[in-house]
Every structure is written in C-alpha cells, then in structure tokens.
C-alpha cells in the first residue's frame, strides 16, 4: 500500500457541536498525520465549486447552504492507504447506516448534516486538495 494524501472537512454540524477535537483524535489514532489544517467560513461560491460534481442534484442548493451555515475545519490526512481509510473512518454518506464506531455514527444527525467530508478517490482528493491549499 502506498502512502496517500487526502481532503478531509469537518463539517458546520460537527464544528457547532465541539467535537473537533475528538474527530481530529480519530485521524490520529488510526495513524493518519495532519499535514495540513484550516478553520475557515466557506462562502456560497468556495462551497459551490467544491462540491461541483454534485450541480445537478437536487439536494445541491441544500448543501451549500449547510456547508457555509458555519466555520469549517478543513485539513490534509496523510499516511498509508489514506483516502479508503478516511472513508472507512467516516462511515456511510446516510448516519443511520453508518456502522458503529465510525464519525458519522458518532457525531452525525442526518444525511445532509453529516459531520464529515473526505474525498473518495485519487483523483477527487488531488483536485480538493488543490482547490484548498494550492499546489
Ligand atoms: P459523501 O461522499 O459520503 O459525503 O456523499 P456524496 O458525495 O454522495 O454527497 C455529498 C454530500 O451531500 C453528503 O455528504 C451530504 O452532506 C450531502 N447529501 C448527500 N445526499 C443528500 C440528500 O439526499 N439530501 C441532502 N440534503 N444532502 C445530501
Ligand atoms: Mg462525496
């Protein structure tokens, strides 16, 4: 396994609610590394064209609204196998399916606030990372 990089957010439900830091402990114990970390207030264009590939849904005004209702922590998880285990870390989009133990279990209260972001592929996380922190 190779040693990966990707796009976490910890979203303006998880931020509201003062669980940063144990989400952030999740990361660590599970051996993935803060690279790189940003409080930030998204505005309605940053969350727009971060989450682009998602225009024509219809839950696509929704999300925007929710992702810049409040700050968000957005920060680069580096370490072996980094963008699967990040997934597995998170849990299911939906909270009530998510499997135990994971953030979105934990944390989350519904399918659209659901406390975390991560990319879900190479090539999502090169562009998420980028469209935050440059290359
Ligand atoms: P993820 O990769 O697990 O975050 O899920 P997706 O990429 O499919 O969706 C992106 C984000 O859109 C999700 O994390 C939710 O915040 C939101 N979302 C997804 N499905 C729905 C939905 O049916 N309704 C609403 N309001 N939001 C949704
Ligand atoms: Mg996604």
New binding site residues.
Partial sequence: MAVERTLSII?PDAVAKNVIGEIVSRFEKADLKIVAMQMKQLSKQDAEGF?A??KE???FA??VA?MTSGPVVVQVLEGENAIALN?EL?G???PKEAAEGTIRRDFAE?????AV??S?SASSAEREIAYFFGA
């Fill in positions: 979203k989450y590939e998602h849904r219809p839950f929704d999300l929710f997934r998170m299911t989009t939906n519904s399918i659209d606030a659901n972001h991560g879900d």
